[in-house]
């Protein structure tokens, strides 16, 4: 007996030490963490693992290794503001009243009675976090932490809005660049610092990635959403010394390479902390490179045309999605998905539910187990410019309505920095494209499908009512405005 009341205090201590390491480790959460990396005008084929020439991302194409990597997924509008305000809301950016790119200063933002992403996951609680490129709104009132985040670190335009030419310097009598004021780094509500040169512009993705880390380790007890929209490949580029000269690709490839290095570290984080098994990553970007800066330009992989355009090189973007155990590794969708089709995915995988205001999102978080089969989508609608419906498909049925817009074909691109020529005035016929054996969009087949061509204008014209369009003159009767500055 004396024995056994010896090794009680043994048994105690060992008891209370399981205890206390316990107490430290990440409890094992049943709502998934999520880590949305979006990147800016980086085009289909700017990534090894889609083909990339003179481009190594090695820490990318492992998450697509693990994960499941996506062939047909949709940018919702080919820039900026638009598509984010889509990827934010589960809806077509027309839906929710904006379009384009907003400039600085702007009276208009994304309306505070839009739920984003962020403010659905605050219905269970998740720390939110976003770190990078906002343009949703400079004015206080639409800035992040009014729109569901709680901490911020980023620029709240797009990189080139600002008062600096193209070589780098200030911008000199009769520059377009005049028009911006400086370009700040805002922390919360408030700048913090002005981005004035190119050097400042090397450190955006080190101090992003620091910053979105930070964040993890700090909330790595509670489930949250990271939120990280890196200002590049948008041009002006810039990267640190440490990887200057690394590619084969020149500078745009070395920021590329930069910012794979860096996706690296994140994943190295979420091992350390104990949270690898239970984090959803997303890595996709906002729309197709911008083609007329030539080697300061992606490639869209052979896709027809690039950003501006509502042809598949603007549009169809690369995009991976990674969860151990939850998403088999290694499996590659060709299904027709979305940036909207996020929300209400993430929406289904949380168990919370879908905003009351009507989206256009469906949930495909049935594609991202495993199945392969399943077509959640059939469905795309290609608006552009301000509400103009340019195209709609139906699974790999493609029409593009006449239209006039920008085209980089037969156009020399500008070199180190300068943009090249990319008129905004070419007539683009009607034409059908079969996308599964000509995803390049060069052969027109629609006299030989007479009845998918009605089929698909049948589409467009629900579409109208619906959504609007304004070469149509159509308003919509689903459209709703932007959030305006109140006075």
Request: with cysteine; aromatic share 8%; net charge neutral.
């Amino acid at each position: 007996m004396k024995r056994k009341l010896k090794n009680i205090p043994l048994v105690l201590v060992l008891a209370c030490m399981l205890v206390l390491n316990q107490s430290h480790a990440p409890p094992k959460q049943r709502t998934p963490n999520i880590i949305l990396i979006f990147m800016d005008d980086l085009g289909y084929g700017d990534l090894s693992c889609y083909g990339a020439d003179g481009i190594h991302t090695p820490n990318i194409d492992k998450l697509a290794a693990e994960g499941i990597r996506f062939t047909n997924f949709m940018s919702a509008q080919a820039v900026c503001s638009a598509s984010r305000a889509a990827l934010m809301t589960g809806s077509y950016p027309n839906r929710v009243g904006i379009s384009g790119a907003l400039s600085p200063n702007s009276t208009v933002g994304l309306a505070r009675e839009e739920m984003t992403i962020a403010e659905l996951l605050k219905q269970k609680n998740y720390a939110t976090g976003i770190f990078g490129k906002w343009h949703l709104g400079d004015a206080k009132e639409f800035l992040p932490l009014q729109q569901g985040f709680d901490e911020y670190l980023g620029i709240p335009y797009s990189n080139d809005m600002w008062p600096v030419d193209y070589d780098g310097a200030p911008a000199r009598k009769g520059s377009n660049k005049l028009q911006y004021p400086p370009l700040p780094l805002i922390k919360n509500d408030r700048p913090i610092k002005i981005i004035s040169s190119l050097d400042d512009q090397a450190k955006l993705t080190e101090l992003i990635t620091n910053e979105a880390i930070g964040f993890i380790k700090r909330n790595k007890h509670k489930p949250f959403f990271a939120y990280i929209p890196h200002p590049m490949p948008h041009v002006p580029i810039n990267a640190s010394p440490a990887f200057i000269g690394n590619s084969k690709r020149g500078l745009f490839g070395d920021v590329i390479q930069e910012v794979d290095y860096h996706v690296g570290r994140i994943m190295k984080t979420l091992k350390e902390e104990g949270l690898e098994e239970n984090t959803l990553v997303i890595f996709t970007s906002d729309n197709g490179p911008w083609l007329n800066f030539g080697d300061h330009a992606g490639s869209t992989g052979g896709l027809r045309e690039g950003k501006g355009t509502s042809f598949e090189g603007g549009q169809r973007e690369p995009c991976i999605m990674r969860w151990k155990g939850i998403v088999p590794a290694g499996i590659v969708s060709n299904q027709l998905v979305s940036t909207i089709d996020i929300l209400p995915t993430l929406a289904t995988l949380v168990e919370v539910p879908l905003p009351e205001r009507k989206i256009d999102g469906v949930d495909i978080s049935s594609v991202l187990k495993g199945d392969l089969h399943i077509t959640p989508r059939k469905t795309f609608l290609y608006y552009y410019r301000r509400n103009s419906l340019e195209a709609v498909r139906r699974d790999n049925w493609k029409l593009v309505f006449e239209h006039r817009g920008r085209s980089y074909l037969g156009q020399r691109p500008g070199v180190g920095g300068f943009p090249g020529n990319a008129p905004e005035d070419v007539l683009f016929p009607e034409a059908l494209y079969n996308l599964e054996v000509d995803p390049t969009e060069s052969h027109d087949v629609s006299g030989y499908h007479p009845e998918i061509v009605s089929a698909l204008r049948l589409l467009a014209e629900e579409a109208r009512k619906e959504l609007g369009d304004d070469l149509q003159k159509s308003p919509g009767s689903g459209r709703r405005g932007p959030g305006e500055l109140t006075k």
